[in-house]
T-cell receptor, first 112, second 115 residues
Framework: GQQLNQSPQSMFIQEGEDVSMNCTSS?????WLWYKQDPGEGPVLLIA?????ELTSNGRLTAQFGITRKDSFLNISASIPSDVGIYFC????????????FGKGTLLTVNP | GAVVSQHPSRVICKSGTSVKIECRSL??????MFWYRQFPKQSLMLMAT?????????EQGVEKDKFLINHASLTLSTLTVTSAHPEDSSFYIC???????????FGQGTRLTVV
């Protein structure tokens, strides 16, 4: 089946720094999504990308859908303590009944 | 975004009993609902996909007789863990999408502990 490689696995940064994480796949996806999960909660959708090459921002977050459709990155600028959490990428393939394949997650820690 | 409510948020049950978890879409009609399982410090693992009014489609390795899924209405899906054992202890999360959405929205999750 499809697999997503998400990196880095974890990051420790200082408040105010920028962060970048990415996902790569062995096969193409039609949609890439980025979620954030706080402890004991369900994932919350941050950004959805629908077209190859698409670059989308949501406040301090920016994500891009790779041209090859096999990768995506998420950038967080000027990090703040509440950015702490686990970030997951997810890919969706057309015709799969909207099933998502998730990356293993990036644990982000922000030191004030 | 759309609101998906999952209940209960935490449940502790005795080994051998059954537990039902509800997933409701509060402000949209959920054409498709998904059930995931998540172990500590791991990613979400899809258990099954259910479309309203039809039988759920289970992922490979997921026992359909143990994890009963019902999606009887466009706003409610339930997951029943039957004859629960300690190894069923996990974080269970549902998500739902409407017919007009590509992306799905997640519930808050249910922490199941079987003692």
């Amino acid at each position: 089946g499809q697999q997503l490689n998400q990196s880095p696995q974890s990051m420790f940064i200082q408040e105010g720094e920028d962060v970048s994480m990415n996902c790569t796949s062995s096969s193409i996806f039609n949609t890439w999504l980025w979620y954030k999960q706080d402890p004991g909660e369900g994932p919350v959708l941050l950004i959805a990308l629908y077209k190859a090459g698409e670059l989308t921002s949501n406040g301090r977050l920016t994500a891009q859908f790779g041209i090859t459709r096999k990768d995506s990155f998420l950038n967080i600028s000027a990090s703040i303590p509440s950015d702490v959490g686990i970030y997951f990428c997810a890919g969706q393939l057309r015709g799969s009944n909207y099933k998502l394949t998730f990356g293993k997650g990036t644990l982000l820690t922000v030191n004030p | 975004g759309a609101v998906v409510s999952q209940h209960p948020s935490r449940v502790i049950c005795k080994s051998g009993t059954s537990v039902k978890i509800e997933c409701r879409s509060l402000d949209f009609q959920a054409t498709t609902m998904f059930w995931y399982r998540q172990f500590p410090k791991q990613s979400l693992m899809l258990m099954a996909t259910s479309n309203e009014g039809s039988k759920a489609t289970y992922e490979q390795g997921v026992e359909k007789d143990k994890f009963l899924i019902n999606h009887a209405s466009l706003t409610l899906s339930t997951l029943t863990v039957t004859s629960a054992h300690p190894e069923d202890s996990s974080f269970y999360i549902c998500s739902a999408r409407g017919s007009l959405n590509t992306e799905a929205f997640f519930g808050q999750g249910t922490r199941l502990t079987v003692v």
